[in-house]
């Protein structure tokens, strides 16, 4: 059973748009909400973090929104870029183990 | 200063097989991951040694041995491969906790594929 669940599976956006990514999770003892960015070959990196007593953080282009009440999290990527074009998971922290969403693969489109 | 480096980059094995995933790193942390990497499924925990002497399972352990040899080295060992094992594996290390954002890292990846 997925325990944070991603939306959506690819994205296409052209370059200088807005990229929103979705999840959403079910377990509230998760503390801590992380995105990642995976470039093909790489191993994956961390990108931004949220804690959940925290509704907007935005570091630079990127903004991860989260909705306590909801359960659910997103990221929004700004004036997106062609070397944005990757691969973004979602993810969930509970007892210091950290959970994945599924991934989606982002292509900014020159 | 290398990070976390997994050895090999890749292998093919034929079922019923055996193999050992290498994991290394040099940053002094105390806990170290394996994960693999399914396509539509995310990364999932295999399984985890949060400090040197300990091992605990993931979520998909099923098929998988590990030995935290010391405190740089974690092992994932493979004792009689099946295909669907096939997947991309990935070790990651902690210095303390996931939510220390400036001390975890993620090796490159192991690429198995089991005929």
């Known amino acids: 059973q997925q325990q944070v669940k991603q939306s959506p599976q690819s994205l296409i956006v052209q370059k200088g748009g807005i990229s929103i990514i979705n999840c959403a999770y079910e377990?509230?003892?998760?503390?801590?909400f992380p995105w990642y960015q995976q470039f093909p070959g790489k191993g994956p990196a961390l990108l931004i973090a949220?804690?959940?007593?925290?509704s907007e953080k935005k570091e630079g282009r990127f903004t991860i929104s989260f909705n306590k009440s909801a359960k659910q999290f997103s990221l929004h990527i700004m004036d997106s870029q062609p070397g944005d074009s990757a691969t973004y998971f979602c993810?969930?922290?509970?007892?210091?183990?950290?959970?994945f969403g599924t991934g989606t693969r982002l292509t900014v489109i020159p | 200063n290398a990070g976390v480096t997994q050895t090999p980059k890749f292998q093919v094995l034929k079922t019923g097989q055996s193999m050992t995933l290498q994991c290394a790193q040099d940053?002094?942390?105390?806990?170290m991951y394996w994960y693999r990497q399914d396509p539509g499924m995310g990364l999932r925990l295999i399984y985890y040694?949060?400090?040197?002497?300990?091992?605990d399972k993931g979520e998909v352990p099923n098929g998988y041995n590990v030995s935290r040899l010391n405190k740089r080295e974690f092992s994932l060992r493979l004792e009689s491969a099946a295909p669907s094992q096939t997947s991309v594996y990935f070790c990651?290390?902690?210095?303390?906790?996931?939510?220390?954002?400036?001390?975890?890292?993620f090796g490159p990846g192991t690429r198995l594929t089991v005929l």
């Open positions: 993810a969930a922290i509970f007892a210091n183990n950290l959970f």
């Open positions: 377990n509230t003892a998760f503390d801590y």
């Open positions: 949220i804690r959940p007593d925290v």
């Open positions: 940053m002094n942390h105390n806990s």
């Open positions: 040694s949060a400090s040197e002497g300990t091992t």
């Open positions: 990651a290390s902690i210095g303390a906790l996931w939510t220390s954002t400036d001390t975890q890292y």
